[in-house]
Nanobody
Framework: QVHLAEAGGGSAQAGGPLRLSCAVS????????LLWFRQSPGAAREGVAA????????FYADYVKGRFTISRDHTRNTVDLQMNNVQPEDTATYYC???????????????????WGQGTQVTVSS
């Protein structure tokens, strides 16, 4: 079992920064990839950023590339999402996830990940 706990969500003004952190614990050796995804009411889940644990390869959705950065903090056992220049359309519940994802799979697809956190709300005002 892998446990994921998000933190850092809240309200922000458009253009500002926000940093999300996900504490990862449990049997982390059984997964090879970590993901941040988001969902707003009535919308589909959207993968935001992913990282492969073994080699550090990163994947980003087009709409966040250049604004968001995913990173791992091995000391604190977290996977973080640094969000810069946030926009109202970034408003959503953000989740972190962990799973075994093959190299040929879409690493930004939440369905590829077995373990999900409970989510943290992000609200961006204009």
């Amino acid at each position: 079992q892998v446990h994921l706990a998000e933190a850092g969500g809240g309200s922000a003004q458009a253009g500002g920064p926000l940093r999300l952190s996900c504490a990862v614990s449990g049997d982390i050796d059984r997964v090879n990839s970590l993901l941040w995804f988001r969902q707003s009411p009535g919308a589909a889940r959207e993968g935001v950023a992913a990282v492969v644990i073994g080699n550090g390869e990163e994947f980003y959705a087009d709409y966040v590339k250049g604004r968001f950065t995913i990173s791992r903090d091995h000391t604190r056992n977290t996977v973080d999402l640094q969000m810069n220049n946030v926009q109202p359309e970034d408003t959503a519940t953000y989740y972190c996830a962990a799973g075994v994802v093959s190299g040929a799979a879409n690493h930004l697809n939440p369905s590829e990940y077995e373990y999900w956190g409970q989510g943290t709300q992000v609200t961006v005002s204009s």
